[in-house]
């Protein structure tokens, strides 16, 4: 579902960022991504989610091959076919829990569709998608954002990326500010969902305790030749 073709990509024209001869991702697989900080992981989600385009060079994702396009057609196709997860959840601070996860489907009639069809409405979709990902509390459902707890927000998060089943979720850090136990506990979780909708996974983070939960484990300097020596 994913495929990168001889791409370079820099910032500024001096400085390149990635190389990379060949890079793909299966329908369904869970991609767990690694390397040091300023390596250009950021950079890579950035091409695969067509916020950026590569200077040289093939971005494919289900089988578009999406550098072809301008910026209002990734932004489309993105709403449509990508859930995401920031490392600081950029959650909409005066909108409830509810109105958060729903968002998504306020930009994509495709995933809104989804979402409908398979629970029945928006509102049912968000509270089925937040109960199965462990924020079982029902009063603070309509609260806003602002009042949640870390872990609390980083649920609304992953339902936010879930609902309408993207074909593909790309979650950058965003267990880092939780205890060991609680990162395991959400990466379960969250795996767990993204195979109830068939999503890919790609995951981003520094802690290699969690690489088990993955079917592949990807050092970026393996497979990118800037930085190699
Ligand atoms: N918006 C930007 N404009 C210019 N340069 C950028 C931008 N974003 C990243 N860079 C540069 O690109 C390089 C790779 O950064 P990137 O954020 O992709 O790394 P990373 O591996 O995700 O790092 P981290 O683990 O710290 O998040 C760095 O040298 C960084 O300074």
């Given amino acids: 579902m994913i495929e990168l073709d001889n791409v370079r990509f820099s910032w500024q ?3 390149p960022v990635l190389d990379i001869q060949s890079f793909t991702v299966n329908q369904g697989e869970r991609v767990f991504l690694k390397g040091p900080s300023g390596s250009g992981k950021s950079s890579l989600l950035n091409l695969i989610g067509g916020i950026q385009v590569p200077q040289e060079g093939r ?7 999406i550098n072809q396009y301008g910026a209002a057609w990734r932004d489309r196709f993105r709403s449509d076919h990508i859930g995401l997860i920031f490392q600081q959840f950029n959650l909409l601070p005066y909108f409830s829990v509810i109105e958060n996860v729903i968002l998504p489907c306020r930009f994509s009639k495709v995933r809104k569709l989804k979402a409908i069809e398979r629970y029945g409405s928006l509102d049912e979709a968000a509270r089925q998608l937040l109960e199965q990902l462990g924020l079982v509390d029902k009063n603070i459902l309509t609260n806003e954002v602002t009042q949640l707890s870390i872990g609390q927000q980083q649920r609304v998060a992953a339902a936010r990326a879930l609902i309408g089943s993207p074909e593909l979720v790309i979650a950058d850090e965003p267990t880092s500010a939780l205890d060991s136990d609680a990162r395991n506990v959400f990466l379960s979780l969250l795996i767990s969902e993204c195979d109830r909708s068939e999503s890919a996974l790609i995951f981003v983070s520094h802690d290699h305790s969690l690489e088990y939960h993955f079917d592949r484990i990807i050092a970026l300097s393996n497979i990118n030749a800037v930085g190699a020596a």
């Fill in 59 to 65: 971005v494919s994702l289900l089988g578009k091959e």
């Fill in 13 to 15: 024209s001096d400085r």
